[in-house]
């Protein structure tokens, strides 16, 4: 008579767990990456995802890839591209509200410095627009990684063996005369007809750049450094874009940097 009974009290402990509600999943993480051409290429950006993905197969972070080619942050353009080069503050806001990401990875710095000598005007202009991608993000609840640019690579013409201090000052006595020459003809330089040492240009944007690392919720991921000692292997059919190679070598030196931004996010 007692085993129906006890049955009975089993089959509704066993109902009443089963019943019990399962711990909520954490949402993913939602990593936004924004860039010129290169990022939405997306060699890269696929490769952190699927290794970030492989690290927490329970719960791997949504990756989100709005790279759009020849954007720029410094909203500067060559007067002879086709159509003025975008700019990422215009579509930032709706991205941010959108995707409403915990970090922000942002690569710019090729486009930026349009293809042209060095200038403070226009470093000056990247270096704002920079700022206020940090400063939107940020206020959206974003973390922010900023990513150098790749080189540019051609390096240019420099006798070969010159040291640093002979490169400083050829470079000085080029980039003066270049632009006087982009004074008077606004279609000297741009991306089909780059100034020649537009490397080392890119260069001063670099080390600019790599002067945020550390600021509260901000980190830079230094690709240009990882690319420049197989510059050539990493460039394939022009130097702007980097090939499978080259995207190998920025998606390393992200992950490369990932638990330790992980750790002092925390």
Known sequence: MKLPILAGVLVLLGSARAEEPKADKPAPQTILFLGDSITAGG??????????????????????NHGRSSETTSDLSEAYHPGRRPCVLKRLDAELAQNNPQWVVACYGINDGIYHPFNEKRFAAYQAGIEALIKKAQAAGARVILLTAPPYAHAGPFPEGADAAAREEIFNKANAAAEVEAEKDANKFGYRTPFPYYDEVMARYAKWLLTLDGRKDVWVVDVRGAMLPRVKEAHGRDPIHPNGIGHTIMAEAFLKRWPEIQARAK
């Open 43 to 64: 060699g890269y950006v696929r490769q952190i995802g699927a290794e970030l993905a492989k690290q927490n197969p329970a719960n791997p972070p949504r990756v989100i």
